[in-house]
């Protein structure tokens, strides 16, 4: 436990868990304990959420350092590509392409190969480090199966590119066939917590997402799942997915904030300040912070104008457009980038830290 964090301040220790009362917290030990290998606990994470906007800049600050230790100036770029739109038998309320939806979006069947090629060359072109496919639907059929397991080697071949696929729920022999074909990752987002799962879907639960993820780790491949911010959960559900992603070991959280759709059931949410952003990715960063974190839907809507701070917080954007709703131009993203210093990397080998954070 770092002397900073100790001055003045009293300490509740249960287990090798750091608890602070959160009107005490001081944010740059707790990130010194952070790096020091300790954990936070629930009622810290819950502070941060809490924080005064007075606040916010030490916040952001000391969660800063955490992320420089793990990834350095470097930033990862993802790149989305929608490969079958619309069409689902599930009712997730945040969701453009439910059954519930009457937002009007493109639907369509899968892409063919030559265009899924096509996505991968613009997010080589890009400079993603990762092409994300994605397909809508409660699960892979065996006709989608077998496209992914076609087209992922030959987009690793031509493009150097890894791979996450996003396609649902998956049986364990769905994940051990996509380790097969080459794929890296899959993503499978939370969420929310378990307590708030039922108020935005019904047609699965939270468990199938479990386990789902499970199988994914069974099968060896590696984990990407996070949530969105802003429907209608209460602090306790955003910390509480947090610890879930924490316990699961996820190599990658990727943090959404509701873009309320028109014509979907959480049309009329209203959404979270730049602050309550922030404030959502440092907790994030504090509870997880080896994990890639990234700032993904919602991001121009919500964020706005405190973007960069994001990603002194997050390592990570997604560099296009999102799924149905439009990105900011990619320019913009890499000027961001380049303004603060930061390198776009698509290496594995992310650049921690050399000096003394
Ligand atoms: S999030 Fe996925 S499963 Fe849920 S409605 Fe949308 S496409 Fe279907």
């Known amino acids: 436990m770092s002397d900073n964090a100790l001055l003045g301040i009293k300490y509740f220790m249960a ?9 005490q917290l001081d944010w740059f030990g707790l990130a010194q304990d952070v790096l020091d290998g300790g954990k936070v606990s629930r009622e810290s994470a819950l502070a941060i959420l809490k924080s005064h906007d007075d606040e916010l800049l030490d916040v952001v600050a000391a969660a800063h350092r955490i992320r420089r230790k793990h990834f350095g100036k470097t930033v990862q770029l993802y790149f989305l590509v929608n490969a079958k739109s619309g069409l689902c038998p599930e009712d997730c309320g945040y969701c453009s392409q439910s059954k519930l939806s ?16 096509d996505g991968a060359k613009v997010a080589a072109e890009r400079g993603s480090k990762t092409y994300c496919i994605v397909i809508s639907g409660r699960a892979p059929n065996e006709r989608e199966m077998t496209a992914v397991e076609q087209i992922v080697p030959r987009v690793k071949e031509q493009f150097n590119l890894k791979i996450c696929a996003c396609l649902g729920l998956l049986s364990p022999q769905q994940a051990a066939r996509l380790k097969s074909c080459g794929v890296d990752r899959v993503n499978h987002n939370l969420n929310t917590s378990r307590e708030h799962y039922d108020d935005i879907c019904s ?6 997402r479990l386990d789902t993820l499970h199988h994914v780790r069974d099968a060896g491949l590696e984990l990407c799942s996070g949530g969105i911010i802003g429907m209608g959960e209460t602090h306790e559900d ?26 979907t059931p959480l049309e009329k949410q209203v959404g979270v300040t730049p602050q309550q952003c922030l404030r959502s990715l ?19 809507k919500h964020l706005r104008s405190l973007q960069p701070l994001g990603l002194y917080v997050a390592n990570s954007i997604f560099v ?12 913009s993203d890499y000027q961001m980038i380049a303004d603060m210093g930061f390198d776009v990397t698509r290496c594995d080998e992310v650049g921690a830290c050399d000096t003394e954070c």
């Open 203 to 208: 047609t699965h639960t939270y468990q199938d």
């Open 15 to 23: 287990n090798d868990t750091l608890s602070l009362p959160p009107q």
């Open 238 to 263: 955003l910390v509480s997915m947090a610890f879930e992603l924490s316990e699961l070991q996820v190599e990658s959280i990727p943090l959404n904030f509701l873009h309320a759709i028109e014509g």
């Open 282 to 300: 440092c907790m994030m960063r504090f509870v997880n912070p080896s994990s890639e974190l990234r700032i993904a839907g919602g991001r121009e």
């Open 320 to 331: 296009g457009d999102y799924l149905t709703t439009k990105g900011q131009a990619p320019e």
């Open 102 to 117: 009457q937002a009007p979006i493109e639907k369509y069947r899968m892409l063919s190969v030559e265009q899924l090629l």
